[in-house]
């Protein structure tokens, strides 16, 4: 059983720790979304560095206190130095995270996302379900980057997830309508948020950057609670102070940078399944 305040209270704890250790976070992220990348990561009183360049990744993710890794828009270069860089962090044990942006729709991608999964042992593998059907081997109908409308929560879709993060030996987070969390033994359903989160591009992006900071103190599991439900929360917040995607999107940063532990206490929708 699962007690509330003692969740809270650990995820508290971290929150506060990444204001207090300002920890640097390597993103190697797309140009779509990098921009709000590199600010969520400030927002949240961590420190982005958005570096890509193959000759100097290595040296860039050693300095760093987590690795983010994002599959939105792949070149030679970018893919390269990804392997660089998620090979540095395990060798370094430096928590890591890989979103799986298009693997569903890419075969080039699902096989780039299966060497470096091989490779790198990243802590966490973030997709939508239609993503995360793919990294299973199973069928899905994605419309591009984004999940298929068939692709729904389920309770086969929740045994998926826990097999496929023993396999991978890593956490799991299924974003969407309600998130899944799980390591493969325990799973977590995470009901904050807002639809007004999928009118701007890259949220999934700024959850993966997000989530790096949140395991930056290697609390995988709880980082992966704890980031999940800012991005929510910021997103029911930013929906009540907005007038259209414009001003949704700056009321997203205003709320992650503001707020307050009373607010994430009683927001919090977090159960385990
Ligand atoms: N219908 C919804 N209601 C509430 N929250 C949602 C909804 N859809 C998505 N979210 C939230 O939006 C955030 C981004 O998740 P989503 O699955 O949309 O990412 P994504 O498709 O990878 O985004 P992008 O490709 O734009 O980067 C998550 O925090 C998720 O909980
Ligand atoms: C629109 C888009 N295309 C590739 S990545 C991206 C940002 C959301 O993932």
Same mark, same amino acid.
């Given at each position: ?185 325990? %799973?977590? *359903? /995470?009901?904050? &948020?807002?639809?007004?989160?999928? !009118?701007? $591009? =890259?949220? #999934?992006?700024?959850?993966?950057? @997000? ?17 999940? %439900?800012? *991005? /929510?929360?910021? &997103?029911?917040?930013?929906?009540? !102070?907005? $007038? =259209?995607? #414009?001003?949704?999107?700056?009321? @997203? ?21």
């Amino acid at each position: 059983m699962i007690n509330k305040a003692t969740l809270i209270a650990d995820l508290l704890n971290i929150k506060h720790k990444i204001r207090l250790a300002s920890p640097l976070i390597h993103c190697l992220t797309n140009p779509i979304s990098i921009n709000d990348c590199a600010n969520i990561v400030l927002a949240s009183g961590a420190k982005p560095i958005m570096a890509e360049h193959p000759a100097e990744v290595a040296q860039i993710t050693a300095a760093a206190a987590a690795l983010a890794v994002n599959l939105g828009n792949v070149t030679d270069a970018r893919l390269g130095s990804m392997l660089i860089s998620g090979k540095v962090a395990h060798e370094k044990s430096i928590p890591s995270i890989i979103d799986l942006v298009g693997i569903a729709c890419s075969d080039f991608r699902l096989e780039f996302a299966q060497k470096f999964i091989a490779a790198c042992q990243p802590n966490v593998l973030k997709g939508n379900l239609s993503e995360l059907k793919a990294l299973a081997g199973l069928s899905n109908n994605a419309c591009g980057i984004d999940v298929g409308s068939s692709d729904t929560l389920s309770p086969d879709t929740i045994t998926m997830l826990q097999t496929l993060a023993r396999k991978n030996k890593a956490v799991i987070i299924a974003s969407g309508p309600t998130d899944i969390i799980t390591d493969g033994t325990t %799973t977590f *359903l /995470g009901n904050n &948020g807002t639809a007004e989160l999928t !009118n701007i $591009t =890259g949220t #999934g992006c700024m959850l993966n950057v @997000l989530t790096a900071a949140c395991i930056f103190s290697q609390n995988i599991f709880n980082g992966c609670l704890l980031s999940i %439900t800012i *991005l /929510g929360i910021s &997103g029911e917040l930013a929906a009540e !102070n907005s $007038t =259209g995607p #414009g001003t949704f999107r700056a009321a @997203l940063l205003d709320a992650v940078y503001n707020m307050t532990d009373e607010e994430f206490a009683n927001r919090m929708k977090l159960k385990k399944a």
